[in-house]
């Protein structure tokens, strides 16, 4: 079944502004990991955030976990054009392997 | 210095026909899998190799069987192709050993089945 759940679907904002995505799963996991598409290609790695972490940064991304409440946000400081993308999270449960389970994405559309 | 790549980038064949997508990664990973984005770009997990060793099998038809000729390389075989197999699929390769580990995806090879 599926367990990320990102939210809102869709964004749309000006260059400068901040955006913010948010994921909801159901299941406990040992970390979440947020991974952007671009289209027609692969999906890149962004951020990978540790269940016993509440919150990282990386360059203009900050992650927050919320494992009481089961979900976490991504937020994109002072968007570019070329922030324009899907962004994925993707949640891990497992020990051993890496078994990610990807949500639907949010579709972001940063214009200039 | 691609790290993971696959081939071909489109595919477009007929019902009924089998074909191959292959996959290569020369980030020195010991896990491979395989990856179903649908047209609502809903992905999903099918097959993990670790080692050349299946992993991970999730609900897929028995048509679709992976070969993993060694940790560098997992290829995807698809028997008697359907109308709903058309989509995209994902290789992803990530290090062994722990679940701290991100994965690096190729470009994806877009099957359109007519």
């Known amino acids: 079944s599926q367990q990320g759940e990102e939210d809102p679907q869709a964004l749309s904002i000006q260059e400068g502004e901040n955006a913010t995505m948010n994921c909801s799963y159901k299941t406990s996991i040992n970390n979440l990991q947020w991974y952007r598409q671009n289209s027609g290609r692969g999906l890149v790695h962004l951020i990978l955030?540790?269940?016993?972490?509440r919150e990282k940064h990386s360059g203009r991304l900050r992650v927050t976990l919320d494992t009481s409440k089961k979900s976490s946000s991504l937020l994109i400081t002072a968007s570019r054009a070329a922030d324009t993308a899907s962004y994925f999270c993707?949640?891990?449960?497992?020990?051993?392997?890496?078994?990610?389970?990807f949500g639907k994405g949010t579709m972001l559309l940063v214009s200039p | 210095d691609t790290a993971v790549s696959q081939t071909p980038k489109y595919l477009v064949t007929q019902m009924g026909n089998d074909k191959s997508i292959k996959c290569e990664q020369n980030l020195g990973h010991d896990t491979m899998y395989w990856y179903k984005q649908d047209s609502k770009k809903f992905l999903k997990i099918m097959f993990s190799y670790n080692n050349k060793e299946l992993i991970i099998n999730e609900t897929v038809p028995n048509r679709f069987s992976p070969k993993s000729p060694d940790k560098a390389h997992l290829n995807l075989h698809i028997n008697s192709l359907e109308l709903g197999d058309s989509a995209v699929y994902f290789c992803a390769s990530s290090r062994k050993g722990g679940s701290y580990n991100e994965q690096f995806f190729g470009p994806g090879t877009r099957l359109t089945v007519l």
């Open positions: 993707a949640t891990d449960a497992t020990s051993g392997y890496s078994t990610l389970t």
């Open positions: 955030i540790r269940s016993n972490e």
